[in-house]
């Protein structure tokens, strides 16, 4: 179940950054009411947290 969030996380991210690269559009900024706000913190940490996550599962496997 963890790595399922997880993956879903890194997706959410990948979409992000392709958001922001094309259109200079922070989607998760956009929903959880701006960059500075505490829920798009915790979203940004926890998307990090999980490309980590995957990166140690991806190594030891």
Do not use: C
Not at 2 to 26: E, K, M, R
Not at 40 to 57: E, P
């Amino acid at each position: 179940m963890f790595t399922w969030i997880a993956l879903i996380l890194i997706i959410v991210g990948a979409i992000n950054w392709g958001l922001v690269g094309l259109f200079d559009f922070d989607l998760v900024a956009s929903v959880f009411g701006g960059r500075r706000s505490p829920l798009a913190r915790l979203v940004y940490i926890l998307i990090g947290l999980s490309g980590i996550f995957t990166a140690i599962m991806l190594l030891f496997k």
